[in-house]
């Protein structure tokens, strides 16, 4: 009984330990994001306030078309440096966070592992294939568990290439040269 209580004791306290880490974690990513935006938007007011400092010394329309034009790229490149930067932040802090269960959930299966070879040993005769039955179950959970995370480890960075090729392009359509306006010729009359 004692063995039991202890057992329940310590499986406590590990997971209490993986909650604390886990929530630890999740914190430091809030505390990065949240400067992130900070610096973000304290860049943005800058720039705002140089943008429209800018365009209050324009004298004629040709100065406001080279200055709107020098506006665009710097503010789509500070945009998408900003996405990849959140998403970095993110990606990082959802791994950390994930990382102390996934060291419970190996320690957990170790333990399974002994208390199932320690049932088989004192088990009677003849239950030999039922342990084999929960063992084998308990191997088949273990590698579709490995399957679905390495499997959604691919799909997050096919995601994120496709989502960084896909802002990149949108920069640089928005910092396209535009076509020049087409003038009309005059009809001599």
């Known amino acids: 009984m004692i063995a039991t209580t202890d057992t329940f004791a310590s499986a406590a306290k590990n997971a209490f330990a993986t909650v604390e880490a886990s929530t630890r974690s999740s914190f430091d ?11 973000a938007g304290r860049s943005a007011l800058e720039d705002g306030i140089a943008a429209v400092q800018a365009l209050l010394s324009i004298k004629t329309p ?22 990849r930067s959140s998403y970095e932040i993110l990606a990082q802090g959802v791994e950390e966070a994930a990382a102390p269960y996934e060291t419970q959930y ?19 005769a003849g239950s030999e294939a039922a342990v084999a ?29 496709n989502v960084t090729a896909t802002a990149r392009a949108a920069v640089d359509a928005v910092s396209a040269p535009a076509p020049a306006p087409a003038t009309k010729a005059k009809k001599s009359a």
């Open 62 to 83: 040709n100065e406001l078309v080279a200055v709107s034009a020098s506006l665009v790229r710097p503010t789509a490149e500070k945009t998408l440096a900003w996405f």
């Open 106 to 124: 190996s320690e957990v299966n170790k333990a399974i592992g002994v208390a199932l070879e320690k049932a088989a040993k004192s088990a009677p």
């Open 29 to 39: 990513t809030f505390e990065r994001l949240t400067a992130l935006n900070i610096n």
């Open 133 to 161: 039955a929960v063992q084998s179950a308990i191997a088949a959970a273990n590698q579709a568990y490995d399957t679905v995370n390495k499997a959604t480890r691919k799909v997050i960075q096919f995601t994120e290439a």
